[in-house]
């Protein structure tokens, strides 16, 4: 459109000049010892106009020439960058079709020329990876790190998450602990710090880490819990001593008390000290918010110096959990003790009732020939054998 306008201007002032020239031509005298010119206006303006665009047209050619050596260069440039780009392309496409050695041709292929080299060395490295060539794979991660300043946290984590691909903990462990040093609250490095010492087996230096996994959030608050529950429990199994127990048990969260099966471990250490009295009340406070059939026969099993206190507390249980068979069961067993036979006697065949156990028919027959009954307790004794033999 503006080419348009402009050739449509220079056709009307041609048209103009050219009226004007047909109504007066004028004249142009030079004069020039010992020389005179004389010629036509018309012919003057046409001779510098063709004077301009010659010279306008040198000018140009000569400007355009000065640059034909950058243009080639850049043209040079932009192709060399092109070509990298698609072996970049082809290499990454090929490694997501599994082809790893034509992946890491390619990826290698041009990348000096590559805009994002740390990308084609650690693709390049995941490919030597597959096949079983670590000493290049190592050889494309110390390349990727020089290639791109900046890049440590991303080279590390790629060459972790390869040794551990191929089941070097130890080499993977020390690639994380020099992350650390440059991320130490990065979530990823967190995370596969976590999977390495699961694997190895090294809870304390979990429970190290376990106030960092916190303030990060890496986990939501149901598995903080179970990873905490975990190292915990696996830290009391260990302990060599009762003041080890209970110094772990003072560091646990009140969440991780609350778990079940660590409470249980915990109520198993201190029945092999003898503390039966403080099993029963521990037990007792917790039962009483979160039941647990488990937990239940183990309050059963303490030995509490004030045996009627424990029958009372455990009585108190019934009302909500009457058709809870292990609480019957435990129940008998309270009374036995007590010996409320009667009682004991009841709860055993309630219990039975709600779910016949070759254990409970042993404890009633156990009753029963204590109480003279001899034939009561032979049927039993009969029916405990052959649940057992069934």
Known sequence: MKWLIKVLLVVVIAVVFGLLAIEDTGYVLISRTPWVIELSLTFFALIIAAGFIIFYAVLRFVSNSWGVGGRLREWRSHRRHKLARNSLNNGLLELAQRNWKKSEKLLIKNVEDSD?????????????????????RDEFLSLAHESTPGSDVAVCLT?????????????????????????????????????????????????????????????????????????????????????EVEEYWSKMPKTVRANNLILHQYAEKNLEQGEDDRVVELLYKHLTKNWDRGLV??????????????????????????????LLNVLAHLAVRNELWGKARAWFEASIGILPTAASYRALGDLLEQLDESKQAAECYRKGLQLLSE
């Open 116 to 136: 994002s080299p740390l990308i084609n060395y650690l693709a390049a490295a995941s490919a030597a990876q597959e096949q079983g060539e670590y000493k290049r």
């Open 159 to 243: 060459q972790a998450d390869l040794q551990l691909r191929h089941g070097q903990l130890e080499q993977a462990l020390a690639t994380l602990m020099h992350c650390r040093t440059v991320a130490p609250k990065h979530p990823y490095v967190l995370k596969l710090l976590v999977r390495i010492y699961k694997e190895l087996q090294d809870w304390n230096k979990l429970y190290e880490l376990l106030p960092f996994i916190q303030k990060t959030k890496l986990l939501d608050s149901e598995e903080q819990i179970n990873l905490e529950s975990e190292v915990f429990s696996e830290l009391m199994a260990s302990a060599t001593t009762f003041e």
């Open 297 to 326: 026969k183990l309050f059963g099993r303490a030995q509490a110096s004030d045996k009627v206190r424990q029958l009372a507390l455990a009585e108190q249980w019934q009302q909500q959990h009457s058709e809870d068979y292990e």
